[in-house]
């Protein structure tokens, strides 16, 4: 089977469209959304009752701007690459509103077809993440963060990935139980089956099989595109110092 070249620009559409659409589907099963995505969630939700006309995509671009800031704080530098991750941020947050707005009309009634909504938007938002990593293209704020802080300070990338992701997690739940006031109607019991604010059992699911979901992605996308560009003047553009 010949591989699909020429698709470094499709692979990163494609990493946009999947993430967000993986997204919406975890967060439509109340489980809990991933560690990337719930401080959006939570704080739509908190901040939505005062700003009725805010969206979970305008939320999540506007954390990622604020992410940025931070980034050039932490490197003492400005590259105009970083506007090229906001304005991927800002593409990705209006396709996520997309989806969340396609899905609301759907329910997923019964606790064993979330559990299964839930891997489907993992594996789903997998497969956008391994898309993404494999295109010249500039991907989001999160990805840009970890990259230039490792660099910055001359760490091991992955595990700085590591500490940023158990990071959001940790910033998530301190942002569930205080922000809300209502920390005291939390039941234990009902962990398996609903989210706290947008943090659940399936958070946690979620932060295990990641990783292993984007590998796995990975190895198909790889048996299906030799990716290079579409567009080598862009490329080269985008890869210049």
């Known amino acids: 089977m010949k591989k699909i070249e020429k698709s470094s620009e499709i692979l990163w ?3 946009i469209v999947f993430v967000a659409f993986g997204v919406a589907i975890c967060s439509k099963s109340d489980l809990g959304v991933s560690m990337i995505a719930a401080p959006a969630f939570v704080l739509f939700e908190a901040i939505s009752s005062v700003w009725q006309s805010l969206t979970v995509g305008v939320t999540e671009y506007l954390i990622q701007g604020l992410m940025l800031v931070i980034l050039m704080v932490i ?6 690459r970083y ?3 906001f304005a991927v941020a800002v593409i990705y947050g209006y396709t996520l509103n997309f989806f969340i707005w396609l899905l609301s009309g759907v329910s997923f009634d019964t606790v064993w077809l979330r559990w299964v909504m839930l891997i489907v ?3 789903i938002t997998g497969f956008g993440v391994a898309c993404f990593f494999r295109t010249y293209m500039p991907l989001q704020v999160y990805e840009l963060f970890v990259a230039e ?3 910055h300070f001359k760490l091991n990338l992955n595990k700085t990935k590591w500490v940023f992701d158990i990071s959001l997690l940790v910033i998530s739940i301190v942002l569930a139980v205080t922000v809300f006031g209502d920390v005291g109607s939390f039941d234990w019991k009902t962990i398996g089956y609903s989210s706290f604010h947008s ?13 292993p979901i984007i590998t ?17 003047k862009l490329e080269k553009m985008l890869k210049r110092n």
């Open 13 to 15: 559409i494609l990493g």
């Open 199 to 211: 943090i659940g059992l399936g958070t946690f699911v979620t932060t295990a099989i990641n990783s």
């Open 75 to 80: 490197v003492r530098a400005f590259n105009w």
């Open 216 to 232: 796995f992605m990975g190895k198909i996308i790889d048996k299906l595109f030799e990716p290079s560009a579409m567009f080598p």
């Open 121 to 123: 938007g993992d594996l």
């Open 83 to 85: 506007f090229l991750a």
């Open 149 to 151: 802080t490792a660099n």
